[in-house]
């Protein structure tokens, strides 16, 4: 399968915690070209409150550095960010110190992975401001929110007020029966996921710069239409600026479903 579009993506070197030199941005690029990526978000850490307008400015031309690279390379990349949502976000917002996806009205945000989203009240409401000041919140890696088990109906809240629910690559493959592989597939099984990115840090490991691996896993267990939709086509549509598609995964039967019907 070809035509991958990653929307999460650490690859402009030497800004965040994620590739640390030029050489190691263009192996991702190398590894996600043979993988058949073909469009990149860059999406660098941006932490309101330890962010200027030097750092933004100082950010954003490495970004035009890592677009000229995939250029030679035959990947298109496109500006974007992944803003924190601390105390402070609203002044970021405000003072337009970032990046939305692909300079749209997609803008993808975190909340911290430390802690447990269940215990945090002002979701919602921060949702709001950013609904409120014309953008969508994508919320990154919405699997790593929820320690203690996935909070279904909260997350179907989100989805209603017009947020967009990203899923990392790398959760499918986490450990078995750990909460982030569990929440993962049950998004997906729920039609609650619209994204699935890699969320790439480095040129190997786990947080590497691939998506046929994670394709390949959900087409064989939710089929191969809503595999494209989560790895191609609503992170193309987030790029373009349109509207992203519900998946249509359908609910597994239990044992004694299956022995009903064949009777």
């Known amino acids: 399968m070809k035509g991958f579009v990653d929307i999460h993506n650490h690859s402009a070197w030497n800004v965040d915690d994620g590739v640390q030199s030029f050489e190691e941005a263009k192996a991702c ?36 550095e890592l677009i000229e690279l995939g250029k030679e390379m035959g990947i298109q990349i496109y500006l974007g960010s992944e803003i924190f949502l601390n105390d402070d976000y609203l002044e970021m917002l405000d003072q337009g110190l970032f990046h939305s996806l692909a300079e749209g009205k997609y803008v993808l945000v975190e909340f911290d992975v430390r802690k447990n989203i269940k215990n945090n009240d002002d979701v919602e409401d921060i949702l709001y401001e950013i609904k409120l000041r014309g953008f969508t ?5 919405v699997e790593r929110y929820f320690h203690d088990g996935m909070d279904l109906e909260r997350v179907q809240q989100w989805v209603d007020m017009g ?16 909460s982030s592989q569990k929440n993962a597939f049950a998004l997906i099984e729920h039609n609650l996921a619209h994204v699935v990115a890699t969320d790439t840090h480095h040129d190997d490991g786990p947080r590497k710069c691939m998506l046929s691996d994670v394709y390949g896993l959900l087409s064989k267990e939710y089929g191969e239409e809503n595999a494209a939709i989560l790895c191609c086509e609503n992170p193309k549509n987030i790029v373009k600026n349109i509207e992203v598609r519900t998946t249509n995964v359908l609910k597994k039967r239990s044992f004694f479903q299956k022995l009903f019907r064949k009777r």
């Open 29 to 64: 690029l190398t590894r996600a070209k043979k993988d058949g990526i073909e469009i990149i978000v860059s999406t660098p850490h941006y932490i309101p409150g330890r962010f200027s307008k030097e750092d933004f400015d100082e950010i954003t031309k490495r970004q035009y």
């Open 137 to 141: 919140p994508v919320i990154a890696h």
């Open 163 to 178: 947020a967009i629910i990203q899923v990392n690559r790398t959760s499918f493959f986490a450990k078995k029966g750990s």
